[in-house]
């Protein structure tokens, strides 16, 4: 319910917490009852669940009307003594209903008990008792009747089968317990049983042959093996009726068990069952008839107070009514004295003080237009701050997400806006650079650039400045396309100018790889079929003129083009393995130990370098292609030897290491050598760019390529104080994740 809104006959604050008191008592009578039920069982030895229900809860009921009957007697007796507002006439309502509630409930309490105490006694009567246990009696003398009988019926059957020694599992066998079951009419089931249990010369009809796997199951076989004694079970069925099943040795040595079973009428065993579970409740309820009747008088009490609580309960209900719209209306005009023009008493009587508290409800509700009109119109003013406030986020998290750099500037001049994409592009820090001018911040080459960017807008308003430029970053050259333009708004007001960066790096050199295939796929077409005819030709030659041929420039000359012809078909297998790269194969291997084995052939292949290898202890086995990685490890290390050949002596440090954070392997090769440029590294993975006069410039461009069909990077940064570092990046992949070219 609204704060503002006063409930006419509706309890007041601190009732709500005498209320909630209540019900945590409530709670702790339900713990109580079962502190007792615990006592009861621990210290007295009650047995009887049924009594300690009833005693329990017919006591917590009692407790509980007790106290609120207390509870509510003082509360009418300290309202009196402070004089409140109908607390006399309250008290001659709830007296009035007492007295008129008190006499026929103690009349029909007395009623009441003597009618429990007649029941009762009726209930427990010793012939009940004894017609029930008898009842009892007769069923289970038939079924040691039944017993018996079979028992002998097997004996008489053991003694044909010895005074005839009929061979078990023999003809003689089945047609003696054949007719034997056909002859005694009231037999269900017989046969022998082996001592491996299984079961010979079987005779049993349709219904029970069903039920035998059941009933074999609870046999006790083992003690059967080991006693020599009858045995006999009983198994109900509602359709065939029940069966009465013995089990009897042939001999003393147990070579057998012969198997007897006798059909009953259907439903005797579950009646006999009903019985004996009717006396044995019998007699539990008859062993709390005492404590049955002490909880049926209690349980008469506690409805008779009960009842002399109702009759309170509602002389405090009327009282309310009828004191409540006064006290309502009170607490209103105080409000609105106060200033609270909200407050509004809400009843649904339509009688005369139902017609008071309306007028009451019409002049606050006059009263309160005229406020109302000033806080809505704050309240729109809010609810656009806050539409604004949303969109400026909604805005912000656009330009954080496109891959596209933003930058803008306001009409002075000043950065307004630096998305996370312009800050990776261009490696800049937004927090630095928010609120400078673009001049204070770059100069050269860049600062001509942002003058002709503002002279062209200024003087062609209408236009868009473009232009590709070459960035230094962090030390590698990033290629971006840029676009900037006026911002303007709906009216046309200028709020400065915005710039969109695209990093077309990769883009560039996709197309630049596309192209230098293409390229490298026709040049190995066109020279390699001649080459295999000069080299033939030549060999030729050399064969049928050295013998006659004395010259020893024309041995030089063979041998010449022969070792020229060598060298263009190997330049056309790096061309076509550069033009179609083969697929890789990945499967699972160790990545430590291939690179263990490519630092073992340099050891022995350039003993003037310093090899070190370092590799971690959590490199996992994962799917690569060895082969694939083979080459490319040996042109990276091929690399760093001959950049350190050209200055003597150094090293090469590799290092090996798992992230397990990122689930990748990283190969890092640093060397001392002279290093590269900045415009080196960024061309140096581009087909056909060498810095070596003897080199084809396609075994870093097919490494990158291996790298990549693996899913992974190749990277070039400067060592210090001096060299070059390839770091090698593989995701680490099961065998059926890895992607294949």
């Keep these: ?78 309202e009196r003594r402070r ?169 003393e040595a147990r070579t057998g068990f012969l198997v007897m079973g006798q059909t009953l009428e259907p439903g005797l065993l579950s009646r006999l069952d009903g019985i004996v579970q009717g006396i044995e409740e019998y007699r539990k309820l008859e062993t709390i008839k005492n404590p049955m009747k002490t909880a049926l008088y209690t349980i008469l009490g506690v409805i008779t107070l009960l009842i002399i609580f109702g009759s309170t309960w509602f002389g405090f209900k009327l009282s309310r009514e009828i004191s409540a719209p006064v006290q309502a209306l009170a607490e209103g005009t105080e409000r ?18 139902g017609l008071l508290v309306q007028s009451f409800n019409k002049m606050a509700r006059d009263l309160e237009k005229s406020q109302n009109s000033l806080t809505r119109a704050n309240m729109r003013l809010a609810s656009q701050n806050q539409e604004l406030e949303s969109r400026g986020r909604y805005m912000h998290a656009v330009l954080d997400n496109i891959t596209a750099g933003v930058i803008s500037v306001d009409h002075e001049g000043r950065i307004t806006t630096v998305n996370k994409a312009a800050e990776y592009i261009l490696g800049i820090d937004s927090r630095k650079v928010l609120g400078q ?64 960066f695209e990093d077309i790096t990769e883009l560039e050199k996709m197309q630049r790889l596309a192209a230098w295939r293409e390229v490298a796929r026709r040049i190995a077409h066109e020279i390699k079929n001649p080459l295999t005819p000069i080299k033939l030709s030549a060999q030729r030659l050399e064969k049928k003129f050295s013998s006659s041929v004395r010259d020893p420039s024309f041995e030089q000359s063979t041998q010449l083009i022969i070792r020229q012809v060598e060298n263009l078909q190997q330049m056309v297998r790096e061309f076509s393995t550069f033009a179609k790269l083969p697929e890789v194969r990945p499967r699972t291997d160790s990545l430590d130990s291939l690179v263990q084995e490519v630092v073992s052939m340099f050891e022995q292949s350039h003993r003037q370098i310093g090899w070190e290898l370092t590799i971690a202890s959590n490199i996992p086995q994962f799917s690569f292609d060895r082969d694939a990685m083979k080459r490319v490890l040996l042109n990276i290390f091929l690399n760093a030897a001959e950049a350190i050949d050209k200055t003597g002596d150094g090293k090469v440090s590799i290092d090996l290491d798992y992230d397990a954070q990122l689930n990748r392997v990283f190969v890092q090769v640093a060397d001392n050598g002279p290093g590269l440029s900045s415009e080196e590294r960024a061309r140096l993975f581009e087909p056909y760019y060498s810095s070596k006069k003897e080199g084809t410039g396609l075994g870093l461009a097919i490494a990158k390529s291996i790298v990549s069909d693996h899913g992974g990077y190749v990277r070039v940064k400067s060592n210090q104080p001096r060299g070059t570092v390839f770091v090698v990046e593989l995701p680490v992949r099961n065998p059926e994740s890895v992607s294949i070219a």
Excluded: C
């Design 1 to 78: 319910m609204n704060q503002n809104t006063i409930e006419v006959a509706g309890p007041d604050p601190r009732e709500k917490r005498r209320r909630l008191r209540e019900v945590y008592i409530a709670l702790a009578a339900v713990g109580l009852m079962g502190l007792l039920t615990w006592i009861e069982l621990h210290f007295f030895g009650v047995e009887s669940y049924l009594f300690l229900a009833f005693f329990n809860v017919n006591l917590i009921l009692l407790l509980l009307v007790l106290f609120l009957v207390v509870r509510n007697v003082f509360k009418l007796v300290i």
């Design 83 to 251: 004089k409140v507002l109908g607390s006399k006439l309250r008290t001659r309502l709830v007296m009035t209903f007492i007295a008129l509630s008190i006499v026929p409930t103690v009349l029909m309490f007395f009623i009441a008990v003597r009618f429990v105490h007649t029941s009762v006694d009726y209930w427990f009567q010793e012939q009940v008792g004894q017609s029930m246990q008898q009842a009892l009696e007769v069923g289970q003398v038939f079924y040691a009747s039944v017993k018996q009988g079979l028992e002998v019926r097997s004996e008489i059957a053991l003694d044909q089968i010895r005074s005839q020694q009929y061979l078990w599992g023999g003809p003689g066998m089945s047609n003696f317990l054949e007719n034997k079951k056909e002859i005694e009419h009231d037999l269900s089931l017989m046969g022998i049983i082996s001592p491996s249990l299984s079961e010979q010369n079987w005779f049993a009809d349709e219904e029970w042959e069903t039920y035998w796997p059941e009933i074999r199951q609870s046999v006790p076989w083992d003690e059967l093996l080991e006693s020599p004694e009858y045995w006999t079970g009983m198994w109900p069925s509602e359709e065939s009726g029940d069966l009465v099943v013995g089990i009897m040795p042939v001999d």
């Design 336 to 353: 609105i004295a106060r200033g609270d023009l909200s407050v509004r008493l809400q009843d649904q009587s339509d009688d005369e003080l």
């Design 437 to 500: 001018y673009p001049l204070d911040l770059v100069g050269g080459e860049y600062g001509s650039l942002i003058h002709e960017v503002l002279n062209q807008l200024h003087d062609l308003p209408e236009s868009q400045w473009q232009r590709q430029l070459d960035l230094e970053v962090k030390g590698r050259i990033v290629k971006i396309l840029v676009n900037a333009v006026i911002l303007r708004g709906e009216q046309g007001d200028d709020y400065g100018i915005v710039a969109v």
